[in-house]
């Protein structure tokens, strides 16, 4: 298996900029969840997806924040315009239902807003 | 309150030695548990399920107490490879995939 496939894995932007990160869950996952990590706060919920569908979203901060699932094989999540305050290490993750609820993480995206 | 809470980090021990990590989670309604592990700059991986009767895999023995709601990570023989910070994690009732990770606990194998 591939595993969950994130890109880009480094991102350095100005702030006012648009960023984009993308995610290709495992082929079969039926959830797709979307992670922030940082020191200070830890692993944050953003937003997850059942079936394509938006399920819970109110992890995300603000309306700079969007996520889009258009099929089963492909997540984003679009910051825009992205702040400094924004700078983290951003996770896809997939699971399957009923499988006990194990997710698998992707590599992260480590995004730099300066 | 958090929904899950972890003992306070770092844990810095020597090589060989036992380890104890303990988290609590607020959600009487949780189903599932589990032992997460992340290595310094990676994705969280899995370590192991934790189910109620408690479970073993080699060195690493986990524990559910429901009526207290407490969950329990010993490892033993403690290796350098080890070192990783730890996440304990929990899924609700009736929250679909959904899942609670703690804070996380980070363990430092000397040797």
């Known amino acids: 298996d591939a595993g969950v496939i994130q890109s880009p894995r480094h991102e350095v932007t100005e702030m006012g900029q648009e960023v984009t990160l993308r995610c290709k869950p495992i082929?079969?996952?039926?959830?797709l969840f979307w992670y922030r990590q940082t020191m200070m706060r830890g692993l944050e919920l953003l937003i997850y997806?059942?079936?394509?569908?938006?399920?819970?979203d109110s992890g995300m901060p603000e309306d700079r924040f969007s996520a889009k699932m258009p099929n089963a094989s492909f997540s984003t999540l679009k910051i825009q315009p992205s702040e400094p305050r924004d700078s983290a290490v951003y996770f896809c993750?997939?699971?399957?239902?009923?499988?006990?609820?194990?997710?698998?993480f992707g590599p992260g995206t480590r995004l730099t807003v300066t | 309150r958090k929904e899950v809470e972890q003992d306070p980090g770092p844990f810095n021990v020597p090589e060989g030695a036992t380890v104890a990590f303990n988290c609590t989670y607020s959600?009487?309604?949780?189903?599932?548990f589990f032992w997460y592990r992340q290595d310094c700059r990676k994705e969280p991986k899995l370590l192991m399920s934790?189910?109620?009767s408690g479970n073993e895999d080699g060195r690493f023995t986990a524990q559910l107490n429901r009526a207290s709601q407490y969950i329990s990570l010993l490892i033993r023989d403690s290796k350098l490879s080890d070192s990783a910070t730890y996440l304990c994690?929990?899924?609700?009732?009736?929250?679909?995939?959904?899942?609670?990770f703690g804070q996380g606990t980070e363990l430092s194998v000397k040797p």
């Open positions: 993750a997939s699971s399957l239902w009923g499988a006990s609820y194990e997710q698998y």
């Open positions: 082929s079969g996952h039926d959830y």
């Open positions: 997806f059942n079936n394509n569908v938006p399920i819970d």
């Open positions: 959600n009487s309604a949780s189903q599932s």
């Open positions: 934790v189910y109620s």
């Open positions: 994690v929990v899924n609700g009732k009736n929250q679909g995939g959904k899942l609670i």
